[in-house]
C-alpha cells in the first residue's frame, strides 16, 4: 500500500473531467423532465454527438467546430423523438429506448471511416498567472473551455429555473399541461425546445467522452453514461446544484477507487468498485429526505383536446 | 382485397419461402460481448465470423447479436437464436458460460461452442487461445523497456485467463527486469472505453511507462499515446493504427481457421464435443509487428522467445516459481499442466495485492 503514489492534483484535475459528461447529460434530461417529458434516449443522443462532434473535428480540425456538431446531431435525433412524442402523441418510455438503439446503430454506421484516427486537441483556456498558482492553478484553472461551459450551464439552468419568467413556464408545462395550455402557452411548442436542449446537452457530453476523455471513437463508448445520467436526475430529485454534486461524487469515487487499486489499498477491489454507485445513490437518497417530488406531468401525454 | 389481407399473405409469402431457403442452408449464429467494431476482442471473433462466410458462400448463413451482457440476457439472446433455427453457435465471452450451458441442455440438437470457459456438455465445446505464451512476450518487451520499473495492467475480471495472463507476463518482465513492479487495476468491464481510458491515465499518473491491458477497447492506446513516453501493447487484435507508438506490440486472435473447421464439421455431421486450446504454435495466437520503438536487440530476443514457445521449446511456465504467498508452484524444469492453467486462481510470487473474489 503506497498512498503517496497517488497526486491529489492529478486526481481532483482527473475526476472534473470524469464528471463533466455526466453533467451536460444529466443537467439536459433535467431540463427535459422539468417540462413533463420523459426521454430514455440520453445514451442515444449522447453517441450520436459523439460521433458527430469526433467527425467534424477530424475534418475541420477543430474541436470546438466539433462540439458544436455535437450539439446539432444531438438536438436532431432529439427532434425524432419529439416527434413521435408531442405529434404522434407515442408512448414517450418506449419512443426513449427506441431513440437510444437508432442512434447507438447509426452512430456506429456514420463512425465506420473514424476508428483509430486521433482527434485535434482542445486546448487549455489561458488563465495567464492564475495557472501557476501551486495545486489550485492545477486543479481548476487547466481545463479546456467546455468543461467550465458545463460548469457555468449548471448555474444557469438554476437560475433560470429559479428566477426567470421562462422558468416559471417551463415548471409550469410540467406540473400541470393541461394549466398551462389553459393560460395560452403552447405546451407542445415548449416541450419540444426542452427536448431539443436536451438533445444538444447529450451530444455535448457524448462529444466530451470522444474528443477530450478517451480521446477516440469506438462504437458504443458511451457505455452506459446515458443511464447513469437518467438515474442521477431522479435521485437528484430533479434540482441543478444536487445534480452537479452527484455527477462530483460520481464521478470522484471512480476516479478515487482506480487510484487506490493502483496504489494497491488493502480494501477488497469488488467492494471499491461498487463504491460510485452506492455512495451517490446515499448521499443523494438522504438529501432527498425533504419530500422534492418529480414533475406532476412527467411522462404523461397531452393533447389539446383532451 | 384489404390491404392488410394482402400484407399479411405477403408477409406469410416470405415467411414461407425464407423458410424453404433456410432448410438447405447451415445457420450459424454469434453471441458477442461488445460491438463488432470496438477494434479489439469482438472484433476479431467478428473477422472470424466472415472467414466463415467468404469459405462457404451461399451454404451458410451467420447471424449475430453484439452487445450481449453477460448473465441472464445472453441466455435470451441465445435461446432466440437456437429458436431461430441456428444450427451452430459461437459463444464468446467466458461469462456466458453457465447460460451457454442452460440453453444447450434445451437445443440437444444445435451445437454449442463457448470461448474461453471450461463446462462442457455433448453439445458444447469449448475452444480458447493461449493467450499467455503472448503476455510472455509482452512481459520481456515491457521488463526490458520500462525506465520506471512500474508496469501498469489493466485487468478486466478476475478470471483465470486474465490471471494467467498477468502471470506470464510478471514472469517474464521479472526476468529481465529484478526491480520490476506491476501495478494491477480492475476495471470490472470488457468494454468501456471511458473506464478504460481512465484506468490507463490513473496508472500512468502513479509512474507506470508500459500499459498492458485485457480489456477489450484501444481507449487505453489512446490515453497512453495523449500521455506520451508510454508504450502498450494491442490486445486480442492488432490495434496497429496505434504503432509504432505507444503500441510496440500486440497479441492477435485469429479465430477464422478454428471456425471455418468447426462449421465445416457441423456440415459434414462430424462434429463432436471437444476442447480446443492452440497457442502461437498452432496459429490461433499472433504476435503482431514489433516497431522500431522496440530496440533491435529486445526485439530479436522477443521473437527468439516466440520461436522457442512456437515450436514447443519452451513453456511460459516453467519452473522454478513459486505462488506469492512463498509455497512451491513448479519444480525446477517442471512446466504448468493444462488442467493448472485453466483453473489458475493465485498470482505467482513477487506480485502485490489480492485477487478480488
Redesign the interface.
Known sequence: MDLS???PV??VA?FLV?AT?LIFAALGELVVEKSGVLNLGVEGMMIMGAICGFATAVETGSPLLGFAAAAVGGALLSLLFAFLTQITLANQVASGLALTLFG?GFS?LL??SY????PPRLAEVNFGPLHDIPVLGPVLFSHDIILYLGFALVVAIWAMLKFTRAGLILRAVGESHDAAHALGYKVVRIRTLAIMFGGACAGLGGAY?SLI????W????????GWIALALVVFASWKPWRLLLGAYLFGGI??LQ??L????V?I???YL?MSPYIITILVLVVLSADKSSAPASLGRTFHASS | MKLSTLLASAALAIGLAGGAYADDKTKVGFVFVGPVGDGGWTYEHNQGRLAVEAEFGDKVETVFVENVAEGPDSERVMTQMALDGADLIFTTSFGYMDPTINVAAKFPNVKFEHATGYKRADNVSTYSARFYEGRAIQGHIAGKMTKSNIIGYIGSFPIPEVIRGINSAYIHAKKVNPDVEFKIVWAYTWFDPAKEADAAKVLIEQGADVVLQHTDSTAPQAAAQEAGNVITFGQASDMAQYAPMPRVSSIIDDWAPYYVARTKAVMDGTWTSTDTWDGIGAGMVGIGDITDAVPADVKAEALALKASIADGSYHPFTGPLKKQDGSDFLADGETADDGTLAGMNFYVEGITGDIPN
Not at chain 1, 469506438?218 to 453514461?225: F, H, L, R, S
Not at chain 1, 487499486?261 to 494497491?264: F, I, K, L, N, S
Request: charged fraction near 10%; glycine fraction near 16%; charge should be neutral.
Open positions: 503514489a497517488i497526486n492529478l486526481f482527473g470524469a459528461p447507438l456506429a463512425g465506420q476508428v483509430g484516427i486521433k467522452i476523455r478517451v480521446p477516440q469506438t462504437e458504443g463508448m458511451t457505455a452506459g453514461v471512480t476516479q482506480l487510484n487499486q493502483g496504489a494497491g488493502a477488497p477491489v469488488e468498485a
